[in-house]
């Protein structure tokens, strides 16, 4: 069987802790599904990508804000965005603008709905102040806050896949299954 090359794409706006968390994701990646595909040199969103490609994959959705929205006209490689109830922020921002621009399909289930930005200070005495600065808005005028990004395909995990610790085989994995089937793949 012929293994997919698959493009790790990154934001450049991305700070070192989100950097930490790319390359903890692409790692797992590559520890579940190195059997069936090879991960090339990753790839800022907007830049180069080896035209041996078969398709770019975000391997978190991660970064600031989804500011580089002519970038994304760059990609040129089909791909599919993977979300669950557990992407938030940045991540629902990113594949919101994914979704609203029509770049490629979101499959999984309804993200978390976190779409503001939020700083923390610490205070004398033990306590602290959380302030809300400002609420992230899609091309369409549309906010995920409260309210996730719906995906283009309802697909959940299998039922059993918290008493398996999270760790699914790729043929168990529905999600990943239903981006195989939109890639042609």
Same mark, same amino acid.
């Given at each position: 069987?012929?293994?997919?090359k698959?493009?790790p794409?990154y934001?450049?706006?991305a700070?070192?802790?989100?950097?930490g968390?790319?390359?903890?994701?692409?790692?797992?990646?590559k520890?579940?599904?190195?059997?069936?595909?090879?991960?090339?040199?990753p790839?800022?969103?907007?830049?180069?990508?080896?035209?041996?490609?078969?398709?770019?994959?975000?391997p978190?959705?991660i970064?600031?804000?989804?500011?580089e929205?002519?970038?994304?006209?760059?990609?040129?490689? &089909?791909f599919?965005v993977?979300?669950? =109830?557990?992407?938030? /922020?940045? $991540? @629902?921002?990113?594949?919101?603008?994914?979704?609203v621009?029509?770049k490629?399909?979101?499959?999984g289930?309804?993200?978390?709905?976190?779409?503001?930005?939020?700083?923390?200070?610490?205070?004398?005495?033990?306590?602290?102040?959380?302030?809300?600065?400002?609420?992230?808005?899609?091309?369409?005028?549309e906010?995920?806050?409260g309210i996730?990004?719906?995906p283009?395909?309802e697909?959940?995990l &299998?039922?059993?896949?918290?008493?398996? =610790?999270?760790?699914? /085989?790729? $043929? @168990?994995?529905?999600q990943?299954?239903?981006?195989?089937?939109?890639?042609?793949?």
């Amino acid at each position: 069987m012929k293994k997919a090359k698959l493009v790790p794409l990154y934001f450049a706006a991305a700070n070192e802790r989100e950097r930490g968390e790319f390359d903890e994701q692409l790692g797992r990646l590559k520890e579940f599904y190195g059997d069936v595909a090879e991960f090339m040199q990753p790839v800022c969103v907007g830049g180069a990508v080896p035209p041996d490609a078969d398709a770019a994959v975000f391997p978190q959705l991660i970064g600031a804000a989804f500011s580089e929205s002519e970038a994304l006209g760059k990609i040129n490689l &089909p791909f599919v965005v993977l979300v669950n =109830g557990y992407s938030a /922020s940045a $991540a @629902e921002i990113a594949s919101g603008a994914i979704q609203v621009a029509g770049k490629a399909p979101i499959v999984g289930t309804t993200t978390y709905g976190k779409g503001v930005v939020q700083h923390y200070y610490e205070l004398d005495g033990g306590t602290s102040l959380k302030l809300t600065s400002s609420k992230y808005y899609l091309a369409n005028d549309e906010s995920p806050h409260g309210i996730g990004i719906k995906p283009d395909y309802e697909v959940s995990l &299998p039922a059993d896949t918290a008493e398996k =610790g999270g760790v699914i /085989s790729q $043929a @168990e994995d529905t999600q990943l299954q239903k981006a195989l089937e939109l890639l042609g793949g």
